[in-house]
């Protein structure tokens, strides 16, 4: 979380973790996890009435931001939900959304999902393949004056409650995106370690889609595509970032509550270095997440090399405080009944999606290197 | 100011260390001449009393010219600014306005022979006679001692009372009857480091900053720079980098392609890993900067930014050592070897990592201090050593 919130964004900040705290505590998070369903419909349309599918969304298409720096203020909710490893679809939903609004168009799709009555989401992976959101197998054949899609995505987050996939296909003009119905397509759930956040595999078995499912241009979608994955990363790391802060203020405060040899953990110099680690690395994370928010925001030169280097370092480090905290509970810290595994669970999902932290290292060189022969 | 590219290499060779300082003094003058020393120092020291983002913009700009980067620490960033802090009017004349017209350099006299980390139990001692003070003992580990003017030297004064409540900060001049230098030899072959004994010094009464036996408060000011410059968040660097050795400056890259691994996936993830550190050490700089302006950070936290200084600095070591493989310590890459020996320099100097740590959890995070044996007794009855 910055430090120099606006009193708006302080307020919304509030009122978010309120609602959440309210709504979705972690036992009904273990809840949602044997039921039907991730998360209930009415509720995300209540967390969208809060703002949460609105920030990316200009005032006059009906959207509207607490800073206008809409995505600054969508990082504040990340941040909440991955203080409570909260369910629903706030990362697919605002990265289709900042899509449809950045290409014009799709006005009914945008209003259904502002309002959080429609759920859409992000076909970006493709079975055995790695993180290469840019090169799809998935093929778009023109048909008269619509298309026809072939291939399957997988790892499309909450494709079981989507209404709607944007996919990402290979066009004889070059990379373009569609936005697809859920009718249109086969959704088979896969296994996910997370206990709220849900997968699936898509199966777009020669799909005929109109014209007018294409998002922007023909043939053009490559710096969208690179956008999305901007807004994916910054947000995706946001999250984490508010997983960590609360784990380790729950470690902390555990190192003062647990007492050996007549002490408390926290007086112990073995155990006070990590935890001077951990917070720096804590510190750290925040700091590196809201400088690629900013830039992300503003647009700016740097924005791909600052979501990279986001998400090689949020990833590597969350994980690694995550499980040193399970080692600093000791044998309580290995149970289902505790706590924390939901949190790990959540941060290594996040640490392995939308491109693994050597992948945003391999990211970085190329930019690295070609700045320096430039 | 002179190109870089024009910048005679033979400086960076640690063997070379004086002709390197008297060029820093030497640029440090076309600096002052030209009006741009001292961006955020106010101007009746000498500066130009502008705002750190005056110098920020400065910096920026000052890329790809030659800088005189080895005055900025200690000389400006830790020893000026302590002196501006804690100094008389005097002082602050004198010494900051001799250091940004390129005329001085300052060093720290804070360690010694029986212990850094534990600074206050200091035991080179000055004891008043009439007007001046006589200044017996040794420091060591002081950078750059025989190429400077000026130490702030941290001695004890009163023995009766527990540690931090007997110390003085002197402003010592380096080179007065009494002083003796003796150079250290780095395993990097830099004789940067210094020893110092002193036999019956006299220093006037006006050489003592801030408050007589007031020492501690001066010294912690200094820990405050220190910690602050070496985590890269001082207002008062000009120029960026740290006037390192070539090949710690050297980019990676360059030295991936020199040994023929740039194609390598395994290597172009070690530069995308230094990469990252590096973007994630300036965005901590920033984020601690806003937290302390703010008050949502405790004023110890600048630790965080010292340890994250020297975490990237070790990693990008070993990264190096990784990438060179066998050439770094036979072959065309051998500095880069020879540099990680060093490796651990910037995680001592400054103060340790351990200390930093200690700061971070006791003074960031509240835990228990660590359980001190000196606590509230007489200094004169601590125990010293293990005899
Ligand atoms: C490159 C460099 C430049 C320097 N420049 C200067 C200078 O200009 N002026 C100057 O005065 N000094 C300078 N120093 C000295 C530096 O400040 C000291 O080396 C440092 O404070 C550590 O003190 P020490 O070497 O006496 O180690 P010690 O204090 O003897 O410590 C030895 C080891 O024990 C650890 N340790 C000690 N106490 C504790 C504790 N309570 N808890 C946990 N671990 C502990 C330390 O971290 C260290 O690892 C420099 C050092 C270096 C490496």
Redesign the interface.
């Known amino acids: 979380m910055d430090f120099d919130l606006t009193p708006d964004q302080k307020l919304f900040r509030e009122t978010t973790r309120k609602f959440l705290e309210s709504e979705v505590s972690l036992e009904k998070v273990r809840e949602l996890s044997t039921g039907p369903e991730s998360f209930d419909r009415a509720w995300w349309a209540r967390g969208a009435e809060l703002g949460w599918t609105a920030l990316l969304v200009p005032e006059d298409q009906g959207g509207g931001s607490v800073s206008d720096a809409g995505l600054l203020d969508l990082l504040i909710v990340a941040e909440e939900m991955g203080r409570l490893v909260s369910p629903g679809p706030l990362l697919p939903v605002n990265v289709v959304l900042s899509a449809l609004v950045d290409a014009g168009g799709h006005d009914d799709s945008v209003g259904s999902l502002l309002a959080g009555e429609a759920v859409a989401t992000w076909a970006v992976y493709e079975p055995g393949g790695g993180w290469a959101p840019s090169a799809p197998g998935v093929t778009a054949t023109p048909d008269g004056d619509g298309w026809v899609l072939s291939g399957v995505k997988d790892r499309v987050e909450s494709a079981d409650q989507a209404d709607l996939f944007l996919v990402t296909a290979a066009a004889p003009e070059g990379l373009t995106q569609f936005l697809v119905p859920r009718d249109a397509v086969t959704v088979e759930p896969t296994t996910s370690l997370d206990l709220v956040r849900r997968f699936g595999a898509v199966r777009l078995d020669d799909v005929t889609v109109p014209a007018s499912a294409v998002v922007g241009t023909v043939g053009q979608a490559g710096e969208s595509v690179a956008r999305q994955q901007q807004v994916a990363g910054v947000l995706q790391a946001a999250e984490t970032a508010g997983a960590v802060d609360r784990v380790l203020e729950f470690t902390i405060a555990w190192a003062f509550d647990r007492y050996s040899f007549g002490r408390p953990l926290a007086s112990y110099q073995a155990l006070k270095h990590r935890f001077a680690d951990m917070k720096t690395w804590t510190e750290a994370i925040h700091g590196i997440v809201s400088d690629a928010g900013s830039a992300v925001q503003n647009r700016a030169d740097d924005a791909a090399e600052l979501v990279a280097a986001a998400g090689a370092y949020v990833g590597e480090k969350s994980t690694a405080i995550i499980q040193d905290c399970v080692q600093l509970h000791g044998g309580i810290g290995v149970t289902w009944e505790h706590d924390l595994h939901l949190y790990l669970r959540r941060a290594t999902v996040n640490r392995a999606l939308y491109g693994t932290p050597s992948d945003h290292r391999r990211a970085l060189a190329d930019i690295v290197i070609s700045r320096e022969a430039a | 100011m002179p190109r870089l590219e024009d910048r005679d290499p033979s400086l960076d060779d640690p063997e070379n260390d004086v002709a390197s300082w008297s060029r820093t003094k030497e640029l440090q003058k076309i600096l002052w001449n030209g009006g741009f020393a001292g961006i955020a120092f106010p101007s009746a020291y000498g500066g130009l009393g502008l705002t750190p983002e005056h110098q920020h913009a400065f910096n920026r700009e000052s890329q790809g010219y030659e800088m005189p980067l080895r005055i900025n620490v200690p000389t400006l960033a830790i020893c000026a600014a302590t002196v501006l802090d804690m100094g008389s009017e005097q002082q602050k004349r004198d010494r900051i306005g001799g250091a940004l017209r390129g005329d001085e350099l300052m060093v720290q006299f804070l360690s010694e022979p029986r212990g850094g980390s534990d600074l206050a139990g200091v035991t080179t001692r000055a004891e008043r006679d009439g007007d001046v003070w006589i200044l017996n003992g040794a420091k060591i580990w002081s950078s750059g001692a025989y190429a400077a003017d000026y130490g702030l030297c941290l001695v004890r004064t009163d023995w009766s009372v527990p540690k931090h409540a007997g110390l003085t900060m002197f402003l010592v001049p380096v080179h007065t009857p009494g002083i003796t230098i003796r150079r250290i030899r780095q395993v990097n072959g830099s004789t940067e480091f210094c020893e110092e004994f002193f036999d019956d010094v006299m220093l006037p009464a006006d050489s003592v900053v801030g408050e007589v036996n007031g020492g501690w408060a001066v010294a912690s000011r200094q820990l405050y720079w220190e910690r602050t410059s070496m985590g890269g968040g001082s207002p008062y660097v000009s120029g960026w980098g740290r006037g390192i050795p070539a090949a710690a400056a050297r980019?990676?890259?360059?030295l991936a392609r020199s040994v023929g691994r740039?194609d390598d996936?395994a290597v172009?993830?070690?530069?995308?890993?230094s990469?990252?550190?590096h973007?994630?050490?300036?965005?901590?700089?920033?984020?601690?900067t806003?937290?302390l302006t703010?008050g949502?950070?405790p004023g110890p936290?600048a630790s965080?930014t010292r340890?994250?200084h020297a975490e990237t600095d070790w990693r990008d070591s070993d990264i190096r050592v990784d990438i060179a493989g066998s050439a770094a310590v036979t072959g065309a890459t051998g500095e880069v070897g020879e540099l990680s020996l060093n490796r651990q320099a910037g995680s001592l100097g400054g103060g340790s990592t351990?200390m930093?740590?200690?700061?971070?959890?006791?003074r960031?995070?509240g835990?228990?201090r660590?359980f001190a044996a000196d606590r509230d007794v007489p200094f004169k009855d601590v125990k010293q050593g293990r005899a």
Do not use: D, F, K
Not at chain 2, 268 to 273: S, Y
Not at chain 2, 279 to 288: E, F, G, K, M, N
Not at chain 2, 356 to 362: D, G, K, L, Q
């Open positions: 980019s990676l890259a360059g740039l996936v172009r993830e070690l530069i995308g890993e990469r990252a550190n973007l994630v050490q300036s965005a901590l700089v920033r984020r601690v806003i937290g703010t949502a950070l936290s965080m340890l994250m351990e930093a740590r200690n700061v971070i959890s006791e960031v995070l835990m228990p660590e």
